[in-house]
C-alpha cells in the first residue's frame, strides 16, 4: 500500500488541532481567579519563551536527526537510554489519555450548561455513559484509517478557530481601558498572595494549553518533506499563542475579575456572556464541542502513535507493533481506548475530576519534554548533525539549556503531590518495559537505571501511602 504523506499545510493543522482543544476555552476564568492582567503578562511570558524553546529544540532536532522518528520518546531513548526512553513515552501516552479523559469531561460539562439536570457537572453516570459512546465511536472510525482522520482533523481546526476569533473580536469591540486599568493588579477582592504565588497559580494550565507543540514531530514519519516538521512546529506555535494570549487577556477589559473568576467553565463561554448576552455563551459552547472533538482525534491518534512506535523500537511489547489493512496501530489504539474508558469511569468518584485531569496531564508531560531538551543539550555538544553547520552548535546548546530551566521551573511550580501521583502510575506501567525487555532476551537495567527505577519505586509508594491515608486528595 503506498505510504500517506502529510503537507505542510496538514503538518501545521495536526500542531495547531492538538493544542487548540480544551484549554484555550478554560482561560478566562482560570488567570482571573489567579491574578490579573500584570501576573498574566508575566505568565505568558514565562510560559511563551519557554514554551518556544522547546519549540526550536523540537525543529533542531529534526533538522539535525532526520533518522529519529516518532521524536518525543526516541530522543530520549537516544540520549538517556532504554528505560529512560520507555517512562519518556509511558509518560507521554499516559498523559495523552489523561487529557482525553479531560477532554470528554469538558464535553459533558458544557452540555450540563443546557441540560443540567442530565450532565450536572461531566461527572454523572448518563454523562459517563455518553463519554464511553464517544470514546468507541472515535476508535472505530480511526481503525478505518489515519489519512481520513487527519482530513477530518483539518476541517475540524478550521472550524473551531472561528468562534474564538469571534470572541476575541467582541472583546475588542467591547474593550474598555478604564476597566483593563482598575483590573491590572487584579482589582478589588485580590486574595492577598504574591505576584509569584499568581504567576505560579497559573503555571499548570500555560503546560496543558501548549500540549500538542510536538504535533508535527509525532507524525514526522507521515511528512512529504522532512524540514516542513520543524516548519509547522514553530507556525502552529506562533499561531495559537497569539490567540491564548488574547483569549486571556482582552476579557480583562470587559468585566471585573472577580466576575470573570466566578463564571462557570468552560469559562470564554462565560466571559463572552457577561459581554454580549446569552447567545455568546451558546455560541462558544458550541465552537467548544466542535474543538474538543477535533483535539479528542488529534490526541487519539498520538496516543496510538506513541505506543505503535515504541513498540516497533522493541521497548514495548510487539503486540503494539501491529499494523490493520489500514496502516493504523490497531493494537495500540485499543490498549488507550480501554485505559481512558477506566480514566472516565473513575471520575465517578472524583471530587474535582476537572481540575485534577488537568493538572495531571500538564505534570505527565513535562518528564518527556525535559528528556527532549536534556538531549538538545547533549546533541549540541557532541557536535553530532552539525558537521555542515558547526556554528549552530552554541546558539542551539543555550536554547536546549534555558528549556530544560523551564520544564524544572514547571516542576516546581506543580509541587511534589502531583509528582508523587505520576510515580504511582509509572510503577505499574514498567511491567509493559519487563515484557518487552524478555521478549527481546535483553538486559533489564544498567546500573544508573537501576537507581532510577528505585527512586521511582519509592516516588510511587510515598504516593500511594499518602493516598490510602488521606494526606494526598486527587
Known sequence: MQTQK??????????????VGAGIFNLPGRFATATGPFGALIAWAIAGTGMYMLARVFQALAEKRPDIDSGVFAYAKAGFGDYMGFLSAFGYWLGSCLGNVFYWLL???????????????????????VSLIGVWAFHFMILRGVEQAAFINTVVTIAKVVP???????????????????????????????????????????????????????????????????????????????????VTLLPYATATRTDIAGVQNPSLAGALELVVGHWGAVFISIGVLISVLGAYLAWSLICAEVLFAVAKSQDMPRLFAAQNSNRVPANALWLTNIVVSLFVISTYW????????????????LLPYLLVAGYGVMLARSGKGYETSPSERGRDQLIASLAVLYTLVMFVAAGLKYVLLVTVLFVPGTILYFWARREQGAHLFTPTELIIFGVTVLGGAVGAYGLVTGLITP
Request: net charge neutral; hydrophobic share 55%.
Open 107 to 129: 464535553i459533558s460539562s458544557t452540555l450540563g450548561r443546557f441540560f443540567p439536570a442530565i450532565f450536572g457537572d461531566g461527572t454523572s453516570a448518563t454523562a459517563i455513559i
Open 6 to 19: 502529510l503537507s505542510l499545510f496538514s503538518l501545521t493543522g495536526m500542531v495547531v488541532g492538538s493544542m
Open 164 to 246: 474564538i476569533l469571534v470572541a476575541i473580536m467582541a472583546f475588542i469591540l467591547f474593550f474598555n481601558y478604564g476597566k483593563f486599568s482598575e483590573n491590572f493588579f487584579g482589582g478589588v477582592g485580590m486574595p492577598e498572595k504574591s505576584l509569584l504565588a499568581q504567576v505560579r497559580d497559573t503555571m499548570l494550565i500555560t503546560v496543558f494549553v501548549f500540549l500538542g507543540i510536538e504535533g508535527a514531530s509525532v507524525y514526522s514519519r507521515f511528512a512529504k518533506t522532512r524540514a516542513d516538521v520543524g516548519t509547522a512546529t514553530i507556525l502552529g506555535f506562533v499561531a495559537v499563542t497569539g490567540l491564548m494570549v488574547a
Open 350 to 365: 472524583s471530587r474535582d475530576a476537572f481540575n485534577f485531569m488537568l493538572d495531571m496531564t500538564s505534570v505527565t508531560a
